[in-house]
């Protein structure tokens, strides 16, 4: 074997080792999971010995696994829908219309995205409780609907590197602004609308202190707070609290898996160049 | 007469328009305005307009300016951090090794799980008990174990350290895709004249890295600023107030003590201190193009 | 054209998220297929899991009542959650009150006056007026609890210590004992980094004059003052020589606790709510308890009248509500709650028994002759949290005891002046 070929095999075993190291953390947790107190902490990377679903038994019946589950489903497809229309939408005219104005528009948009959630709770939740929209799923809906400006952000960028000459042809074929936008431009938008579902469907599906603040049925828990729920009832229990961990981080895992391709390709591709 | 011309687009923008004004913009107004009050949260009935008390008061809590101090230390070191680490790792992971894919992925991944749960999954690793990973990892090595989150200095490098971890692989993603639009040429022209590996890395590489760049940093700062769920759940903001950042501290100045007014100038304050680095970086990645 | 497909992109938007909503809130019909039961909605401190017994006991009685217990984990969570419906317009009926909301359900009018409640004559003063205010009862507190030292047999014995320590002085040297056998004196989780000081001054101070505080809330006595001397003596005896290591400020509850039952740690602050957790994790440890000992041996338990339950407002639902307060201060409530929590009884007249390592408090804590700090300060969240910062920071060596009180009077003064 030519030197240059062992170098390039060590390479790949090296990034390779690499790779388990990152990821060392997760397998802690699940291997854990299945341990008993002791056996933890006699050998916190050893498999288990003898494997139970006990705790996860537990924890799954604890949390309402799928209420919550469902709960957070329904909450983030609605929302990032939401979002992808409206942004879009508004993305369109700022990006390709010539006037003044839009300039301002954008970057009224963006006021927004320097705003730390914790600066506008209080006022949030007092509009909410104004509108009875509180403990509400529809509440929490709109208020994620108003992440669009972020996207509307990508979308304008990807405009810029989309050529103009399928949309000016559409339109001296005679196509009003409103069937253009939707049955030209929004097909040509799909890699950026990709990464842009896969990176909203990631923060609203994570996002706690939201529905921590706007609900408080615990019919209506989403499934991270069923983790933060989780830390002050199990303070004394740390292998329910793993479990429940765990619990929450498959669809999470799931989900990856699927579009994994898709989210490093939608990278890659340059889609989030700005 | 122009304007009547962008009747119909103004439409598309109206649903983001109205959710965003509504849901984000309006609140904002009446965090400032709250700003200027002493509203103790109870009622509106005995709200008074206090002009600027709330931010001198600010300026001297002791502990939000800690915080802020935490704040930018945070927000510093992290993007230098990930900036130094995940461009080298984004040169490996352009190379055209079979398991390329694999490897995107899991250097990926972390990134992926809500930082609550990551931050509360490293409270483990980090624990000072027998099942804490990284101690019993030191301690094998021969050295003393160490306070991850017991010491003051140490609890801040472990809040960075694991932001890192978590965030390296995404933005080396970033750089990947900018790296896919480097010419070849470039690099054979370097090869021709003789340069070694590393001057092909500093010389053409990390230049052609710029837009990237640009974007890479001014999205890790922007997050770290507003940082909230990680080192919430990995110290709680402590030992002490160590790592406590803005973010809880506007919480804590709000819900707990009541002082509302202070909370909103707080955040405000912090606002204004976001949107001033945005602009800058925004004049300087302009400049670079 | 244009205006007919965005209204019906709106249109579509709403009625998916309507749809969306349908099993949200506050729907507690749709799972009983539909069954017409009368809801009554507690904010719950304890658990569902908790809370079965007297849930089941309550819907028993009362047939056509349902009792929706909705659990927020204590205590920092669940105040916040409280302030959050004491501000709103949605009450659950029923809640658990605790000490450091007081002010606010006072502020926001939040509760119903319980004090005409016939059980409330059967009640300490200091349990009515842990969870009252001017003389109005806000909380039915059935219970109390107290916290002690717990210490392991087996180390003890292993360090020649023949007696528990009735001293503060016995105390620091048994702690020094143990360290020679080089085993942790102490373990605590982080949140309780100053509980052992808090504990030193009320067996010195509070035990004298359990008003000793008052002053703190109009001004007049500064924290300073009056916690100098215990906080002195905390840091020269117990901090500096390490008995209590830094490694405390990494501590969970979970953790505190494991160190304590695998023995690397010999003393650990608890109360009843601690024995589970012992006997879930090492069924054969053996363990003591004392109270934690003034300067001269004086001893006043940390402990107080226990969190509970009142009636909103704006409850929707205040004749369920009154009905579940009915049957709680009932001979079968009383019983049913002694059952849940194996707690000191608030009742004068209930029997009840308690583990037999916690017999010796029985009668102090029956009597109210407890005493914790977050009942006695004003606005005694913020209080206790910038207390325990500053002690963190002292066990970290990032400020000195003086800085510390220091802070807590600044934190005072900020409250008071608010």
């Known amino acids: ?274 | 007469m122009k304007l009547k011309k962008e009747l119909p687009y103004l439409c598309f923008i109206l649903p983001a328009f109205l959710v965003y004004t509504v849901l984000m913009l309006y609140p904002m107004l009446q965090a400032v305005g709250l700003s200027f009050t002493d509203w103790k949260g109870v009622t509106f009935e005995n709200l008074h307009f206090v002009g600027l008390k709330n931010y001198l008061d600010v300026f001297s809590d002791k502990q939000i300016i800690i915080s802020i101090t935490n704040t930018v230390v945070y927000a510093i070191a992290v993007p230098i951090a990930v900036t130094i680490l995940a461009i080298p790792l984004s040169v490996a992971l352009n190379s055209k090794m079979k398991t390329s894919n694999i490897q995107r992925a899991a250097f990926f991944f972390p990134s992926v799980p809500s930082a609550l749960v990551l931050g509360f999954l490293w409270s483990y690793i980090m624990s000072p008990l027998d099942y804490g990973l990284l101690n019993r990892m030191v301690t094998g090595l021969g050295f003393d174990p160490v306070l991850w989150l017991a010491d003051p200095k140490m609890a801040m490098v472990s809040v960075i350290v694991v932001t890192v971890w978590s965030q390296l692989g995404w933005h080396a993603c970033i750089y990947l895709a900018q790296l896919q639009s480097v010419s070849e040429d470039l690099y054979e022209a370097a090869r021709i004249d003789g340069a070694n590996t590393l001057q092909l890395f500093f010389r053409i590489t990390v230049p052609q890295l710029k837009p990237a760049m640009v974007t890479s940093v001014m999205l890790l700062m922007i997050s770290s600023l507003k940082v909230f769920d990680l080192p919430f759940a990995l110290t709680g903001g402590g030992p002490g107030y160590a790592t406590t950042m803005i973010s809880q501290v506007i919480i804590q100045r709000g819900f707990v003590d009541k002082m509302y007014g202070r909370s909103m100038a707080a955040a405000i304050v912090f606002f204004l201190f976001v949107a001033f680095i945005t602009v800058i970086q925004q004049k300087a990645g302009a400049e670079k193009e | 054209m244009m205006k007919k497909g965005m209204v019906a992109l709106l249109c579509a938007g709403m009625v998916l998220s309507l749809a969306a909503c349908g099993g949200s809130g506050d729907d507690a019909k749709g799972e009983k297929g539909g069954s017409s039961k009368n809801t009554v909605t507690l904010l719950s401190w304890y658990t569902e899991e908790q809370m079965m017994p007297l849930k089941e006991g309550f819907e028993a009685a009362n047939s056509d009542l349902e009792l929706e217990v909705q659990f927020v984990p204590p205590t920092e969570q669940y105040i916040q959650k409280l302030t959050l419906l004491m501000n709103g317009n949605e009450p659950t009926d029923l809640f658990f009150m605790c000490p450091e909301v007081r002010e606010d359900v006072v502020a926001t009018d939040f509760a119903e006056d319980l004090s005409d409640m016939p059980i409330m004559e059967k009640l300490s003063d200091n349990a009515k007026r842990t969870l009252g205010a001017d003389g109005k009862v806000y909380g039915l507190s059935m219970d109390s609890w107290a916290s002690f030292m717990f210490y392991n047999k087996e180390i003890f014995e292993q360090a020649k210590i023949e007696k528990t320590p009735e001293t503060w002085d016995e105390l620091v040297e048994d702690m020094a004992k143990i360290k020679e056998l080089g085993i942790d004196p102490m373990t605590a989780q982080s949140e309780d980094a100053g509980r052992l000081l808090l504990g030193l001054f009320a067996s010195n101070e509070a035990s004298k004059d359990p008003n000793v505080e008052a002053a703190l809330a109009d001004g007049s006595k500064k924290f300073s003052e009056l916690y100098k001397e215990s906080m002195d003596a905390w840091y020269e005896d117990v901090i500096e020589p390490k008995y209590l290591g830094q490694s405390c400020l990494s501590l969970t509850n979970d953790q505190q606790i494991e160190m304590f039952v695998n023995g690397q740690a010999a003393m650990m602050i608890g109360g009843p709510w601690s024995l589970p957790d012992f006997e879930a994790k090492n069924p054969d440890l053996e363990f003591g308890t004392f109270g934690i000992p003034g300067f001269d041996g004086e001893v006043m338990l940390q402990g107080a009248a226990n969190v509970g339950i009142g009636i909103a407002k704006e409850a929707k639902n205040k004749e369920g509500a009154e009905k579940f307060m009915e049957y709680l201060s009932s001979e079968d409530g009383v019983q049913c709650w002694a059952g849940m929590f194996d707690n000191f009884m608030n009742a004068a007249d209930a029997e009840y028994t308690v583990a037999p390592c916690l017999e010796a408090f029985k009668t102090d804590v029956a009597e109210g002759r407890v005493y914790w700090q977050t009942v006695e300060w004003p606005s005694s969240s913020s209080i206790l949290e910038a207390y325990t910062s500053a002690c963190q920071s002292v066990i970290a060596g990032t400020s000195t005891p003086e800085e510390a009180l220091e802070a807590v009077d600044d934190k005072f003064e900020v409250i008071l002046s608010n």
């Open chain 1, 1 to 274: 074997m030519s030197a240059k070929k062992v170098r390039n095999i060590a390479g790949e075993i090296a990034m390779l080792a690499l790779c388990i190291v990152i990821l060392i953390p997760f397998y802690y947790l699940a291997v854990n999971t299945f341990k008993t107190p002791q056996e933890m902490s006699g050998s916190p990377l050893a498999l288990p010995r003898s494997v139970t679903f006990e705790n996860y038994a537990k924890a799954f019946e604890n949390m309402d696994f799928a209420r919550s589950f469902s709960n957070s489903l329904i909450i983030t497809v609605v929302s990032v829908t939401l979002i992808v229309l409206f942004g879009a939408m508004a993305a369109y005219p700022i990006a390709r219309r010539k006037h003044k104005m839009y300039k301002g528009l954008l970057a009224y948009f963006l006021l927004g995205y320097m705003v730390p959630a914790q600066t506008i709770m209080i006022p949030l939740y007092l509009l909410l409780q104004k509108m009875h929209l509180l403990n509400n799923i529809v509440g929490l809906i709109l208020v994620y609907s108003s992440w669009c400006n972020f996207a509307m952000f990508l979308y304008q960028g990807f405009f810029k590197g989309l050529p103009m000459d399928i949309e000016e042809a559409a339109m001296i074929d005679g196509c009003g602004p409103w069937k253009c936008f939707w049955l030209v431009v929004f097909p040509l938008l799909k890699p950026i609308t990709t990464t842009i579902i896969i990176f909203e469907v990631m923060w609203v599906w994570n996002d706690f202190l939201y529905p921590y603040l706007f609900l408080s049925s615990n019919k209506s828990f989403t499934l991270v707070m069923q983790v933060y729920k989780g830390v002050g009832q199990f303070s004394n229990d740390w292998s329910m609290m793993l479990s429940t961990m765990v619990l929450v981080l498959i669809p999470v895992v799931i989900f990856y898996l699927i579009m994994q391709k898709h989210i490093v390709a939608g990278i890659t591709s340059g889609a989030v160049k700005g």
